[in-house]
Every structure is written in structure tokens, then in C-alpha cells.
């Protein structure tokens, strides 16, 4: 190189030095600085050496940016190559069409002409005809009769001429009406507890209430049997999660202990036992009065989905506290439960203190983000709700009477026919699920839906409607029963439940020989 | 004299429409034939990026000091609640061994900001939410923390509703027909769908809508927002990619979560950040393994709920057909509510329904019902039906609402009262572009394309959220204010949901009183980019010309 351009080089250099020095110099207290850097470094250059690495990697730590870094596994390609991956690539089709083979599930689902009461016209494709057949309706959640009852049918209507039908409007923007406010009110005194939050599908509220109090970090002691409304809200939350052995009260203790010891040196995070009144997938219940115990010498708070037990067990309906007297609502941090089952209706709703409501209100994904459930509703749920604490009604006797009865039926004919099936459920519950013994139990999930589904198919045409339960094993945590559904209702008569006993296992031994 | 009792301040003298049956404080009549307009993209035209107004940088600052203020004061409160163990606080800290039920960080914001505007949220409402909303009046005596009221309501111009097509009515075909199907369904049919929950008039309404939206195929979900958390476990797996744009709705976020894909995010609208995330994705494959993406679905919605924007459908075809992704689109705002026919997206750039692989839509917003759709090829809903959570596990769609929606629908396609669906349909798109004109030329910054019937109106500083929300209920009008987070941290704003219900006269007298509150709490920031100047000076018509020039000018092109 030319020596005359490193001699301007140099030059250059210089003055850029010296003007830098005499502009830092120039700046208020820039000689203090100076002072403590020259008689700080002039022990210990190699400090200087460490110190100016580190200077180094904090400014390029800063400047890398976040994209970069996960580019970590990028392979660099050209356009052209990129052109042709792009063309070479092949998706699967969005979802693969049905099978011949799987036809029949879609062809089990009934179709009901008319109104969903006792009694149904419906057209099961499965059983080969597309005619409507009159059958007895043995699987509805509308146990007390509340979907069809005449009284609380005005009442839509006379709601409907009021609020219209859809609200329009999540409840932050104008959509929280006065009949949602009221059934509010009704539901957390009828359920003995100080606020109440309504919900516009029963499904989506265990999916939204969880993960609006636990967060990442947070730990959840659930029982291996919950339904999949808590388990998905489990999973969105991101918590630490155990299980317990299904209402196993010495193996929730021993997961209790163990999980206490394991964070006993974190710092103190949220912790909650989550537990089913009745629950969804097997019809029993827990030892409620063990649980509040436990939860008490371990600290830990509970949340209970009562889905299932508000309108079905306690004498009047009020769920699965009414059996235990020495527990009471605040006992309970969370409750949470549908309008879609027992009451007839839909939507759900979720009761606790004022400040476990309030923090629903602006930080549940589904109160916020969702309009609120249609008026017509909320005001036929609060009728529902008024009906059971009116005890001189009667629903509620006669459901227990009615389910008692069933499953008496069901377990004098399952004797004799050398108990071909098991009730799992409770032998009080009119929620009644049942699956097939043991010596008949295929391995294949298919096989053993279709044996059900056969089950299901006779009864039909011999004029009973029930149902598989029909659960969804690709998004289930825990390995799924396979069950059939059979649900009383105080419009049964006491010919209609011998006739539910006899149609039934007359078909169970033809498809069970 | 009956409607000035009744609070109701405007009344036609002849209306000229369809739709004289109806009540006037649900549904106003049509004053005039000019008040129509029928709204059309240009058939294969890509959709030109709105012009965004932006305000002067000095707005932005004290937006920001206003931020840092409201913040240091509620420390300040915080430090002092601390200090003598205040009665809120006791939700906040450790007590006997027990975590506190939220954390006081993530509360912050909604304990010491929104808390001060709490009387601007969540108003109580009573009756139809149609052209006027009457809401219960209520007041706090200590600083909102609780609400009470004192029995009287105030009937207020409603402009907060997603009342599109002005379906929310007490009256009419509709309320008839929701009428019938409780006498003759009930109130519920007891079950899930794929349980004993399905109905023939399920059956019969999935095939209306099916029809409504042209595909072949429709599923009906109870709740519009279920919908979308349980569509994507039925659709993609840990394998698939989920592109998402990054303006999506919390249910679209909620749902592909749970599916459990890999999710990415482009800028909102942005085709040329799309692209290069494409070409990138589908090159690199999936992280780690570099094996390919199984699948790769595209979700975006058509009408933006918070900016007024439209997804570039006409752009995003032709990516899908270079590119072989499948594309989602999110119909909650747009069924119903764009295109000449009512039909959504689709209908409004004149694309075949076949280029989007699965429409969902609620039924909320357009239609005066509730619960949300996804409509697709017969195949996929097939599938969808057997592997859905919505329909295996969730409570079937109500009976009143499937007879709301099939009469509505079919207003809409003219077999119920031939006319009327087109009344409703001109009458929303002309309100939507003469408001959306005459609050360009009194000098605001609003956002959106010139078609939606969402127009976000700028406020930026957040007391003036509560302080618009607050004046305008002094006029008797109900407005949304938005804030963050659910809009970055210096575009607060107003949201005015338009529908086929208000009169021009009603828009008017938005009008005056926008512009009278604009003045008075300035909100007039507009430079002038975004609408005609005259002088090459920004914008600021009187009310008077908007007013005069409104009707002819907003049916031609806007500015």
C-alpha cells in the first residue's frame, strides 16, 4: 500500500483521538471519571483485559436479537432452493376423510324430530331405518323436566319479547343484563356462597376458570378421573400438575406429602386440590369431608366442578354439600358448574367469595371475550333454581326416588343375566353409566364402541333411547372408559324403568351372548 | 309525544322502507332511498392498505407521560395500602401458609388504572340492545369499588352493540320464529350433539347456513367463542404449523394453543412479512427435525373487531395457491355484515367460496342469536362432527336461537319478506362509510377500511377514555372505549359499532356530539392524509358541511 495513505490513515486517527479526548474532557465530571479510571487500572492491566471482554459481551449480548438466537438450527438456503422446496412440498389433506369403516359412528348420532322430552320421535341411522320412531328418551340431562316445562317456557317467551334473543355484546360492552345480575344473585344463594359469575357454555367454563387463577409455576393436585373441561383448563393454565389415584383419599395424602416435600424450598406459589361433585366420567363421587380435611392440614385450596351434582344429588338439588353437613360453601374456594345440565337450560356459571368472582370478571378469557349468554337463559335457569328451593314442588323426591328405583332394576337384571355389565355409577345417582364386564372387554377401542353401539341400536329398536358416552380418547389425559349412559327422569313412570331394565338386557344378551 | 316520553328523541315522520313494522327504539325507519348504499370490492383487485393517520409526536409523549403518572401514583397507593394493612390488599399477600390468589404485579394495572374507569365498563343493561339501549343507571360512593342503583334506567343511542343487521329485536319475524321453536323444542334439547342433543332443526339450520355461506357442509356450536377453542384440536396436531396473524382474536390464540401446533405470528395484514415467513417455514421445515410441516393452516379473521381492517383476501388466494397452505378465516364481524349479499369476505372481494378451506363465523354478532358456525367441505365436517369437543361434550345449540337464526338468514337471502334483507344490508353499509366520512372531515383520526362497520375513533391519552365515554352518556349515547391491553399502549380509542338500525338522523346527532365533545377534550388530531383538504391544511369541515355534503359524497370513492 501506498505509504502516503497509511500516513493519512494515521493522521486521521489522531485527530479523531484527540478531538474525541478534548469533547469527553469537555463534558461536566468527565475528569472524575477519568481519575477513577487511571488509578483504579494501574495495579491490574489484566482487570482491564477482563473488564473490556465483559463490556464486549454484555453490548453484543444486547445487540443479538431474539430472532437470532433461535435461528440457531437455521440452514441457510438460497432462493432457488427455497423456490423448489416450496414446490416439492406436499400436505396432508386438512383432515382425512372418513373412512367406510368409520361411517357408523357418524351414523350413530340420532336425530330427534320435535321437542327433546320423554317421549322423542327419532331417526337412529345406525339401526338401518329414516323413519321417526317414537322411543322412550333414557339419555337426557334434563332430568327434572325443566327444558319442556310449560311454566318455564312462557317465561322465555315473555323474555324474549323483552330482551330479544342474543345479547350482542360481551358483558364489558353493554352486555351484562339485569336477568344475568339476577341469576347471579339467585344461584350464589342458592348455592350458599357471596358472589356468582355466569358463563355462556357449560364446557368453557372449567377451560377458562382455571388458568384465570393458576398460572405457570403454580401447583394442581387433580384426581386421575376429572372430566376433560378441567383437564383442558389444566393443560392451558401450564401448572405443575399430580395426580391422584380416582378418589383414592390415602393416595391424594401420599401425592399431598410428597409434593409439599418436593416444593417445600420453592418459594410459596398457588396450590389447589381439583376434584369432581359427580363425576362426568364415572358417576360417583368423592369423600368430600376427607378432602376439605386434607386440604386444611396441607394447605391447599379446592376448586370442585359440581356439572353434574347441581339439580341431582342433596335432597333439594343444591349438590354434593348437601350430603356432607360439617362442610360448608367456604370450604370451598371455587365452585363451578352448568345450567345446561340438571336446570335445563344452558351456559355455566362459577360461585365463590366477592374478589374470586370479581377477578373473573376482567380476567376470564371467556367472560371477557365472549358475548354473554342469551337473557332467556339466565332468567329460565333462575325459574329452575327457584322451583328447587320451593321443596313443596317435589322434582327432587321424585328424581331420587326414580333413580333409586332404576338402578335397582338395572342391578336385579344385570344379576340375572350373570353381570354381563357394570354399573360404575353411584346406586343413587340418576346419572346412570355402565360398561361392560370384564370377560367381554375387547382391547380394541373400536371393536369395544361398536359392541356398545350395538347394545345401544337394539334397545332403539325395541323402543328405548340411550346413548354411549361417546368420550373423545385423542384429547382424554387418562385412559378412557367405555360406557353407556342411561339417565332416569321424574317423567318416567314405574312401567317405563321395568321397561328400561327388561329392553335393555334383552339386548345386552343378544349383542353379549 | 308518547316517544318524547319515552326518551326516544328521534322520530321519521314517513318511513319509506320495508321495515315500518317494526318498533322505532329497536329498529328506526328509513327516512329516504338515498340512505342505501351497496357495498362491492372490485372483483380481483388486491385490497389497498388503509391510510393511517398518525398524530403529532407530542401526543404520543404526553400519552406515555399520562402512563407514567397513573402508574407512580398507583405505587404510591400501593406502598401506603401496604403499609397500614388496607383492607385491598389482603387479597395480595401470603397469608397462613397460603399463596395469594393473584398476584399483585399482574394486577396491578386493572387495580390502580382500570379501576378508575371501572364506571365505564360493564353498564348494566336492560331490553332489547337494538337502536337504543336502555341501561340501569347506577352510582359509586367509594371510588367504584361497588355500584349501586337507584331503579331508574336512561335510554341511550346505542352505538356499542354488535347489532350489524339490527336483529337484536322484540318484534318482528324473527322473535316470532324463536317464539315457535320454544313452543315446539323447549328450551334445550338435553344432551350433546353427538350424544341425543341433535335436533332436526339443527339438522335443518346447519344446511341454512351452509347454503348462506356457499360451502357444502355447516356444524353449529352453542358458543361463538367455543367454537374457536375447540376447532383447532380437531384440525392440526404437534406436527402442523399454525401461522396466525397477529391481531387475532383470544379465541383463535386460546384454540390453536390447546391444539397443541406450533404457532408463528406475522404482522397484522402484512403479505410480504407472510411470504417470507412461508418460504421460511416450509423451507426449514419443523424445528430440530427439519422434517415438513404436516400441515400448515393460516388463521386470520375477515373484519378486525379492534381496527376496522380487512384480511387481503385476494392477496392470501393466491399465496394459498403457490404456497399450499390452508386457510381459516374468522367470519365473527364479517358474516352478515359485508358483502352486497350479506355473505362475508368472500362475498365482498367476489371470491369463490372453494379458496377458503374452512369459514367459521359466529352467529352473535349479525344475526341477533348466539353460538358460532364452521362451515367446510362435507368431508371435513364429517370428520369434525366425530372429533369435535364442541360437539361431543359441549351443551347443543338452544332452540330459540336456531329459530333466530334460520329467520334471519333467511330475511337476509329475501324467502322471508322479499326486501328487507336488502334494506338492512344497504342501510348498514351506507351508515358505515357516512360516519366513518363525516368524522374524517371534522378532523379525527379513525382506523379500518372505508366499508366496515367498526370505526375506531383515536383518543390516545387514557383519561380521555373515560372522559369521551362519560360525555357521551351525558347525551344519552352508549359508547365503547378500549384500552390497553386489548390495544397497544397509545392508541386508546372509542369504538363505534355501526348497524342497520340507526337512522341518518341518529348518525347526525353522533355526529354533533362527537364533534362538540372532540373540541371540547381536543381530539381533533386528523393531519388531513386521510381525507380530502382543501388547502393542503389539515382537515376540520363544520359540522354543517359534513352534514350537507355527507349523503352524496360518501357513495363515491372515499379518501
Not at chain 2, 375477515?302 to 378465516?329: D, I, Q
Given at each position: 500500500m501506498d505509504q502516503s495513505v497509511i500516513n493519512d490513515w494515521v493522521s486521521y486517527i489522531n485527530d479523531a483521538t484527540v478531538v474525541t479526548g478534548d469533547f469527553f474532557r469537555s463534558l461536566p465530571g468527565s475528569s472524575i471519571i477519568i481519575r477513577y479510571i487511571k488509578s483504579s487500572y494501574q495495579d491490574d492491566p489484566i482487570r482491564s483485559i477482563w473488564e473490556a471482554l465483559l463490556f464486549i459481551f454484555a453490548v453484543h449480548y444486547f445487540l443479538a436479537s431474539k430472532k437470532s438466537y433461535l435461528k440457531k438450527n437455521y440452514v441457510p438456503l438460497s432462493e432457488r432452493e427455497v423456490d423448489e422446496l416450496v414446490n416439492e412440498w406436499e400436505p396432508e389433506p386438512l383432515v382425512q376423510p372418513l373412512q367406510k369403516s368409520e361411517q357408523w359412528d357418524l351414523s350413530s348420532i340420532p336425530v330427534i324430530h320435535g321437542a327433546a322430552g320423554v317421549k322423542v320421535n327419532a331417526v337412529l341411522n345406525t339401526t338401518g331405518t329414516t323413519k321417526p320412531k317414537q322411543v322412550l328418551n333414557c339419555a337426557s340431562n334434563d332430568f327434572l323436566s325443566f327444558a319442556n316445562d310449560e311454566s318455564i317456557k312462557a317465561k322465555a317467551v315473555e323474555v324474549i319479547r323483552q330482551y330479544g334473543v342474543g345479547s350482542c355484546g360481551p358483558p364489558g360492552f353493554y352486555g351484562q343484563q339485569k336477568a344475568h345480575i339476577s341469576f347471579e344473585s339467585t344461584i350464589s344463594k342458592f348455592m350458599g356462597a357471596q358472589d356468582a359469575i355466569v358463563y355462556a357454555q357449560a364446557f368453557n367454563t372449567g377451560t377458562s376458570v382455571i388458568p384465570s387463577f393458576l398460572k405457570r409455576g403454580d401447583i394442581v393436585i387433580a384426581d386421575a378421573g376429572i372430566n376433560l373441561s378441567v383437564q383442558k383448563g389444566i393443560q392451558m393454565s401450564r401448572v405443575t400438575v399430580r395426580w391422584y389415584q380416582h378418589n383414592d383419599m390415602k393416595d391424594l395424602e401420599k401425592v399431598l406429602e410428597q409434593t409439599n416435600k418436593e416444593f417445600r424450598k420453592r418459594p410459596l406459589t398457588r396450590r389447589f386440590i381439583i376434584t369432581e361433585a359427580l363425576f362426568e366420567n364415572s358417576g360417583d363421587s368423592p369423600d368430600l369431608q376427607k378432602i376439605v380435611e386434607l386440604k386444611y392440614k396441607y394447605k391447599y385450596r379446592l376448586m370442585l366442578d359440581e356439572t353434574w351434582s347441581l339439580g341431582i344429588l342433596g335432597k333439594t338439588g343444591r349438590g354434593l354439600l348437601e350430603e356432607y353437613p360439617l362442610v360448608s360453601r367456604d370450604d370451598i374456594e371455587i365452585t363451578f358448574g352448568s345450567m345446561a345440565h340438571a336446570l335445563g337450560g344452558g351456559g355455566g356459571y362459577c360461585i365463590g367469595s366477592r374478589s374470586v368472582v370479581k377477578h373473573q370478571r376482567i380476567g376470564s378469557l371467556a367472560v371477557v371475550f365472549s358475548a354473554s349468554m342469551p337473557a332467556y337463559l339466565a332468567v329460565c335457569a333462575e325459574a329452575a333454581i327457584e322451583e328447587l328451593s320451593d321443596t313443596s314442588s317435589g322434582r327432587m323426591a321424585k328424581l331420587h326416588k326414580n333413580a333409586v328405583r332404576l338402578n335397582e332394576i338395572l342391578a336385579t337384571a344385570n344379576l340375572r343375566s350373570k353381570n354381563k355389565l357394570t354399573i360404575i355409577s353411584r346406586p343413587d345417582s340418576p346419572y346412570i353409566l355402565v360398561k361392560i364386564s370384564e370377560k367381554y372387554v375387547d382391547e380394541n377401542y373400536g371393536a369395544m364402541e361398536k359392541k356398545l353401539q350395538e347394545i345401544t341400536d337394539e334397545c332403539f329398536k325395541e323402543g328405548i333411547m340411550i346413548t354411549r358416552s361417546k368420550r373423545l380418547q385423542q384429547y382424554e389425559v387418562i385412559p378412557i372408559e367405555h360406557t353407556l349412559k342411561i339417565c332416569a327422569s321424574i317423567d318416567h313412570s314405574e312401567n317405563d324403568l321395568n321397561f328400561i331394565g327388561s329392553i335393555l338386557f334383552k339386548a345386552v344378551n343378544k349383542v353379549l351372548p | 309525544?308518547?316517544?318524547?316520553?319515552?326518551?326516544?328523541?328521534?322520530?321519521?315522520?314517513?318511513?319509506?322502507?320495508?321495515?315500518?313494522?317494526?318498533?322505532?327504539?329497536?329498529?328506526?325507519?328509513?327516512?329516504?332511498?338515498?340512505?342505501?348504499?351497496?357495498?362491492?370490492?372490485?372483483?380481483?383487485?388486491?385490497?389497498?392498505?388503509?391510510?393511517?393517520?398518525?398524530?403529532?409526536?407530542?401526543?404520543?409523549?404526553?400519552?406515555?407521560?399520562?402512563?407514567?403518572?397513573?402508574?407512580?401514583?398507583?405505587?404510591?397507593?400501593?406502598?401506603?395500602?401496604?403499609?397500614?394493612?388496607?383492607?385491598?390488599?389482603?387479597?395480595?399477600?401470603?397469608?397462613?401458609?397460603?399463596?395469594?390468589?393473584?398476584?399483585?404485579?399482574?394486577?396491578?394495572?386493572?387495580?390502580?388504572?382500570?379501576?378508575?374507569?371501572?364506571?365505564?365498563?360493564?353498564?348494566?343493561?336492560?331490553?332489547?340492545?337494538?337502536?337504543?339501549?336502555?341501561?340501569?343507571?347506577?352510582?359509586?360512593?367509594?371510588?367504584?369499588?361497588?355500584?349501586?342503583?337507584?331503579?331508574?334506567?336512561?335510554?341511550?343511542?346505542?352505538?356499542?352493540?354488535?347489532?350489524?343487521?339490527?336483529?337484536?329485536?322484540?318484534?318482528?319475524?324473527?322473535?316470532?320464529?324463536?317464539?315457535?321453536?320454544?313452543?315446539?323444542?323447549?328450551?334445550?334439547?338435553?344432551?350433546?350433539?353427538?350424544?341425543?342433543?341433535?335436533?332436526?332443526?339443527?339438522?335443518?339450520?346447519?344446511?341454512?347456513?351452509?347454503?348462506?355461506?356457499?360451502?357444502?357442509?355447516?356444524?353449529?356450536?352453542?358458543?361463538?367463542?367455543?367454537?374457536?377453542?375447540?376447532?383447532?384440536?380437531?384440525?392440526?396436531?404437534?406436527?402442523?404449523?399454525?401461522?396466525?396473524?397477529?391481531?387475532?382474536?383470544?379465541?383463535?390464540?386460546?384454540?390453536?394453543?390447546?391444539?397443541?401446533?406450533?404457532?408463528?405470528?406475522?404482522?397484522?395484514?402484512?403479505?410480504?412479512?407472510?411470504?417470507?415467513?412461508?418460504?421460511?417455514?416450509?423451507?426449514?421445515?419443523?424445528?430440530?427435525?427439519?422434517?415438513?410441516?404436516?400441515?400448515?393452516?393460516?388463521?386470520?379473521?375477515?373484519?378486525?373487531?379492534?381496527?376496522?381492517?380487512?384480511?387481503?383476501?385476494?392477496?392470501?388466494?393466491?399465496?394459498?395457491?403457490?404456497?399450499?397452505?390452508?386457510?381459516?378465516?374468522?367470519?365473527?364481524?364479517?358474516?352478515?355484515?359485508?358483502?352486497?349479499?350479506?355473505?362475508?369476505?368472500?362475498?365482498?372481494?367476489?371470491?369463490?367460496?372453494?379458496?377458503?378451506?374452512?369459514?367459521?363465523?359466529?352467529?352473535?354478532?349479525?344475526?341477533?342469536?348466539?353460538?358460532?358456525?364452521?362451515?367446510?367441505?362435507?368431508?371435513?365436517?364429517?370428520?369434525?362432527?366425530?372429533?369435535?369437543?364442541?360437539?361431543?361434550?359441549?351443551?347443543?345449540?338452544?332452540?330459540p336461537v336456531l329459530g333466530q337464526i334460520f329467520s334471519s338468514l333467511k330475511t337476509i337471502t329475501g324467502e322471508i319478506n322479499p326486501g328487507e334483507g336488502d334494506e338492512r344490508l344497504q342501510r348498514l353499509a351506507f351508515n358505515s362509510r357516512y360516519l366513518r366520512l363525516g368524522l374524517k372531515r371534522l378532523g379525527f383520526i379513525v382506523y379500518g377500511i372505508d366499508d366496515s362497520p367498526i370505526i375506531p375513533l383515536l383518543l390516545y391519552q387514557p383519561s380521555k377514555m373515560p372522559a369521551f365515554s362519560r360525555l357521551m352518556l351525558e347525551k344519552k349515547i352508549a359508547v365503547v372505549v378500549v384500552g390497553y391491553p386489548a390495544t397497544p399502549l397509545t392508541s386508546s380509542r372509542v369504538r363505534f359499532c355501526l348497524s342497520s338500525s340507526l337512522t341518518k338522523a341518529d348518525l347526525d346527532e353522533l355526529l354533533a356530539a362527537t364533534n362538540e365533545i372532540g373540541d371540547k377534550i381536543c381530539l381533533k388530531y386528523g393531519s388531513g392524509i386521510a381525507s380530502d383538504s382543501i388547502d393542503g391544511k389539515p382537515v376540520r369541515w363544520s359540522l354543517s358541511d359534513v352534514i350537507a355534503n355527507g349523503v352524496e359524497d360518501c357513495k363515491k370513492p372515499l379518501k
Open positions: - | 309525544m308518547a316517544a318524547v316520553e319515552a326518551g326516544y328523541r328521534v322520530r321519521p315522520t314517513k318511513p319509506v322502507g320495508k321495515l315500518g313494522h317494526l318498533r322505532d327504539e329497536e329498529f328506526g325507519a328509513l327516512t329516504s332511498p338515498d340512505y342505501l348504499y351497496k357495498h362491492q370490492h372490485p372483483p380481483g383487485v388486491e385490497l389497498p392498505a388503509p391510510v393511517e393517520d398518525e398524530p403529532p409526536y407530542s401526543i404520543l409523549i404526553w400519552t406515555y407521560l399520562s402512563y407514567l403518572v397513573l402508574i407512580l401514583i398507583g405505587h404510591i397507593r400501593d406502598f401506603f395500602s401496604r403499609h397500614f394493612k388496607s383492607e385491598s390488599m389482603k387479597d395480595l399477600g401470603e397469608h397462613d401458609g397460603y399463596a395469594p390468589l393473584y398476584s399483585d404485579f399482574d394486577s396491578f394495572y386493572i387495580r390502580r388504572l382500570q379501576h378508575r374507569i371501572r364506571d365505564c365498563f360493564s353498564r348494566p343493561t336492560v331490553g332489547v340492545p337494538g337502536r337504543y339501549i336502555t341501561l340501569i343507571n347506577r352510582s359509586s360512593n367509594d371510588y367504584n369499588n361497588t355500584f349501586t342503583e337507584d331503579g331508574t334506567t336512561t335510554s341511550c343511542l346505542n352505538l356499542s352493540s354488535y347489532n350489524y343487521l339490527g336483529f337484536a329485536q322484540s318484534v318482528g319475524q324473527c322473535t316470532d320464529a324463536a317464539e315457535d321453536y320454544i313452543n315446539e323444542y323447549g328450551i334445550s334439547s338435553g344432551a350433546s350433539r353427538a350424544t341425543t342433543g341433535t335436533l332436526d332443526a339443527h339438522v335443518l339450520c346447519e344446511d341454512v347456513v351452509a347454503d348462506f355461506v356457499g360451502k357444502e357442509s355447516s356444524m353449529l356450536f352453542s358458543m361463538g367463542y367455543g367454537t374457536n377453542a375447540s376447532i383447532f384440536s380437531s384440525l392440526v396436531d404437534k406436527n402442523c404449523l399454525v401461522i396466525s396473524d397477529e391481531l387475532n382474536h383470544a379465541s383463535i390464540r386460546f384454540g390453536s394453543r390447546l391444539s397443541g401446533a406450533v404457532i408463528k405470528i406475522f404482522k397484522h395484514n402484512d403479505m410480504h412479512d407472510l411470504e417470507k415467513l412461508l418460504r421460511e417455514q416450509i423451507s426449514q421445515g419443523q424445528p430440530r427435525t427439519h422434517r415438513p410441516w404436516k400441515k400448515i393452516l393460516l388463521v386470520v379473521e375477515g373484519l378486525y373487531s379492534m381496527e376496522g381492517t380487512m384480511t387481503n383476501l385476494p392477496r392470501l388466494v393466491e399465496l394459498r395457491k403457490k404456497y399450499k397452505f390452508y386457510l381459516f378465516v374468522d367470519e365473527a364481524h364479517s358474516v352478515g355484515a359485508m358483502g352486497p349479499r350479506g355473505r362475508g369476505v368472500c362475498d365482498y372481494f367476489s371470491i369463490d367460496t372453494s379458496n377458503v378451506d374452512i369459514l367459521m363465523g359466529t352467529l352473535t354478532k349479525s344475526f341477533g342469536a348466539t353460538g358460532g358456525f364452521v362451515a367446510a367441505d362435507k368431508a371435513i365436517i364429517d370428520r369434525i362432527r366425530l372429533t369435535n369437543m364442541g360437539s361431543n361434550y359441549a351443551e347443543a345449540m338452544s332452540p
